[in-house]
């Protein structure tokens, strides 16, 4: 009999990357590391978190519990990962550039937990530790557990009422006070204070702070740190928000109305493939502020509707439903991977007027035919949805601003070369930015000859719901 013990298999193994020894794991034990692992990805990669997480989903068996758990590390840390940065180098002497990258990413996640979770203080320390060793870096252990209880000696057990040098945002409005002033001086540098606090890039940060008042920027900032919920848009074709709700419930999901009138919100809500009605095609997943733009269009059945940029396609179907499945609309977009999940979504929900189409990038091969209706919903800067795409805050670019308005443009005018006399064009976007908003149609609607701005609404982040900006314009010759 052989007595040889089996060499239990590592999780990790080392990679040379950039000139730098990178820790690369084969397979994941549990939430923590799959969420060390996609932040390590996202950092070397660049690519969003949900690709990764979906990616990795063949390299463990983690239970829906501990892979929500990852979701849910990975995406607190990318979205706080300025105010985490900040409470860590009030309690590390030496500088950031002395750490290892991968120490700092495991001092971020454990800091995370430690302050923004609801894991007990010890069991966050606890976790990050073992951690470490499951990574094969037990020499991280003492120096990991030392920065990670200093950490929690800053949080005390009072609450603050405002921005302060001592107070830090945690969620819903309020603000937990620490036992050291470590946040820049709100009164001498509010941009400063508000990046760091709330965790947004100084660019950004300085906009909102030059811009709003501190109703809405306290608003704004907070919201854009809320973990998003689940809201569904039930269809009008398919269901109604009461049978819908029940189904919801009597399958143990905790449910509630959303902010309108064919919206629910779902708390908890991991696979929503596998809830009631989504077979059925009872409803789709879509935000409060994502279903004004078709609603602002009010399509009308008999009508021909151009959904100029339609991609993932919740409006192109939502435009469907408010017609009564009886307008003719053409979903565009330049990806074939995208307008398949148009058609997925069409048929999913049983439409019969929607028909994806595929067009080039300058569109000069969209159909002539002048339609009763466009909506063209333009790629942004996605700063109204901070909070659904944790990694849009660290990509805002104000060169990049102004590229985007280019396109957004050149987006608006081709949506009135395609409009009838008479017609309508919604103009719709996620960002709150200025450049990309009130002054991008108002623009167009004095320089491009026959077209009128006939209303707009900008919706700030939190009031009610994600940020969002519509504008309802008309071709009158």
């Keep these: 009999m052989n007595s040889r013990r089996h060499k239990q ?64 590390v990975a995406a607190g840390v990318v979205r706080r990962r300025r105010a985490l940065d900040t409470l860590l180098e009030s309690q590390i002497s030496r500088p950031r550039s002395n750490v290892e990258p991968d120490l700092w990413r495991l001092l971020q996640l454990g800091t995370w937990q430690v302050v923004y979770s609801r894991t007990p203080e010890h069991a966050a320390v606890d976790t990050t530790v073992e951690l470490a060793k499951r990574v094969g870096r037990a020499r991280w252990c003492s120096f990991a557990n030392g920065v990670l209880r200093n950490v929690a000696r800053l949080l005390s057990n009072e609450t603050a009422e405002d921005f302060s040098v001592d107070a830090l945002p945690t969620e819903n409005g309020a603000y937990r006070r620490l036992n050291q002033s470590i946040l820049p001086d709100p009164v001498s540098d509010l941009p400063e204070y508000v990046g760091r606090a709330f965790s947004l890039p100084r660019s950004l940060a300085r906009r909102w702070c030059g811009r709003m008042s501190r109703f809405d920027l306290t608003k704004s900032c907070f919201h854009s740190l809320k973990v998003p919920q689940t809201n569904l848009r039930v269809s009008r074709l398919r269901a109604t928000v009461g049978s819908v709700q029940e189904a919801l419930q009597k399958h143990g999901v905790d449910v509630t109305p959303g902010h309108n009138d064919w919206s629910l919100k779902l708390e908890h809500a991991s696979r929503v493939t596998e809830l009631p009605g989504y077979a059925e095609g009872w409803w789709s997943v879509q935000d409060d502020s994502a279903m004004l733009p078709a609603e602002l269009l009010a399509p009308e059945a008999g009508e021909s509707i151009l959904d100029l940029c339609a991609a993932p396609g919740g409006k192109t179907t939502h435009l469907a439903e408010l017609s009564g499945d ?6 565009c977009d330049v990806s074939e991977g995208r307008l398949q999940r148009i058609m997925e979504s069409i048929e999913r929900l049983k439409l019969t007027n929607a028909t994806p189409l595929l067009v080039k990038r300058d569109g000069s091969d969209i159909p002539e035919a002048n339609y009763d209706a466009v909506l063209v919903d333009v790629p942004c800067s996605n700063t109204g949805v901070l909070s659904r795409r944790p990694e849009a805050r660290w990509r805002f670019r104000e060169d990049e601003v102004n590229e985007l308005v280019q396109l957004q443009t050149r987006l608006l005018v081709t949506a009135f070369a395609h409009v009838k006399s008479g017609g309508r064009i919604v103009y719709s976007t996620c960002s709150i930015e200025p450049e990309e908003t009130t002054q991008l149609v108002e623009s167009v609607a004095e320089q491009v000859p026959g077209l009128s701005l006939v209303s707009q609404h900008l919706q700030l982040p939190g009031q009610p719901s994600d940020g969002a900006f519509q504008a309802l314009l008309k071709k009158i010759s």
């Design 9 to 72: 298999k590592s999780p990790w193994k080392k990679a040379s990357l950039d000139s730098r020894e990178t820790l690369i794991i084969d397979h994941f034990d549990n939430g923590r590391m799959l969420a060390w692992f996609a932040l390590q990805n996202y950092d070397d990669t660049g690519r969003f978190l949900s690709e990764i997480l979906s990616r990795a989903d063949s390299q463990h068996s983690l239970s829906s519990q501990e892979r929500g758990l990852a979701v849910d």
């Design 326 to 331: 009886a307008a003719q609309v053409t979903a």
